[in-house]
């Protein structure tokens, strides 16, 4: 299985951005889709974006409204969220995670491997 590290997240104020890696231990990271998710304590974990396998495809939840970009360099087994705008309801542990399949998906059963989680916290 592989291992992805996170790093990345801290604290910003609302309008500021913040950029997230995820780095996997082996080179089967660019086989498979990269999902991006967010977890707010006493809540479940929700989707937030995910990239295909080559980069071409990608999806983001409805909240992100065109302000996060998720992005993968395979040559360097990393991906990337670009958070910008952020805003206090954005404050959360964000995960990376490996997805199981190619495509795209939204469904955190699709995801076989995680990151540690790195937390966002958005200052009004």
């Known amino acids: 299985q592989v291992h992805l590290v996170q790093s990345g997240g801290g604290l910003v104020q609302t309008g500021g951005s913040l950029r997230l890696s995820c780095a996997a231990s082996?080179?089967?990271?660019?086989?498979?889709?990269v999902g991006w998710f967010r977890q707010v304590p006493g809540k479940e974990r929700e989707f937030v974006a995910a990239?295909?396998?080559?980069?071409?495809?990608?999806i983001y939840a409805d909240f992100v409204n065109g302000r996060f970009i998720a992005t993968r360099d395979n040559a360097d087994n990393t991906g990337h969220l670009q958070m910008n705008n952020l805003q206090p309801d954005d404050t959360a542990v964000y995960y990376c995670?490996?997805?199981?399949?190619?495509?795209?998906?939204?469904?955190?059963?699709?995801?076989?491997?995680w990151g540690q989680g790195t937390q966002v916290t958005v200052s009004s």
């Open positions: 082996d080179r089967t990271f660019g086989n498979y889709a």
């Open positions: 990239i295909d396998y080559d980069g071409a495809g990608r």
């Open positions: 995670a490996q997805s199981k399949v190619i495509w795209v998906s939204r469904r955190e059963t699709d995801f076989g491997s």
